[in-house]
Nanobody, 122 residues
Framework: QVQLKESGGGLVQAGGSLRLSCAGS????????MGWFRQAPGKEREFVAA????????LYADSVKGRFTISRGNDKNSVYLQMNSLKPEDTAVYYC???????????????WGQGTQVTVSS
């Protein structure tokens, strides 16, 4: 069974940091791009960051650029999101995704995790 599983979400005060992890299983994602999206209540799912198969190319949403860093594990089957200087508007469910192309829209990704809640208090 192909699975992406996120971890590391939680409650943090504004200005704090969290590190999200996503582990792939059931198949190899070493040649896939991997990304993070988020969805706040009542809003559409939005792109956060993405990284290509080698880790040599990254994309960020303007709203997180300079605060978040995406990286891949050495096994290339995992991806991380280091989130610093968190703001209340970063509150959302964060989803990990994998796809054959590096994209900024959900349709670029064929595999999704269940999501992990991140809540930033003011």
């Amino acid at each position: 069974q192909v699975q992406l599983k996120e971890s590391g979400g939680g409650l943090v005060q504004a200005g704090g940091s969290l590190r999200l992890s996503c582990a792939g299983s059931g198949r190899t994602f070493t040649t896939y791009g991997m990304g993070w999206f988020r969805q706040a209540p009542g809003k559409e799912r939005e792109f956060v960051a993405a990284i290509n198969w080698s880790g040599g190319s990254t994309l960020y949403a303007d709203s997180v650029k300079g605060r978040f860093t995406i990286s891949r594990g050495n096994d290339k089957n995992s991806v991380y999101l280091q989130m610093n200087s968190l703001k209340p508007e970063d509150t959302a469910v964060y989803y990990c995704a994998a796809g054959r192309v590096l994209g900024v829209t959900p349709v670029s990704y064929g595999y999704w995790g269940q999501g992990t809640q991140v809540t930033v208090s003011s």
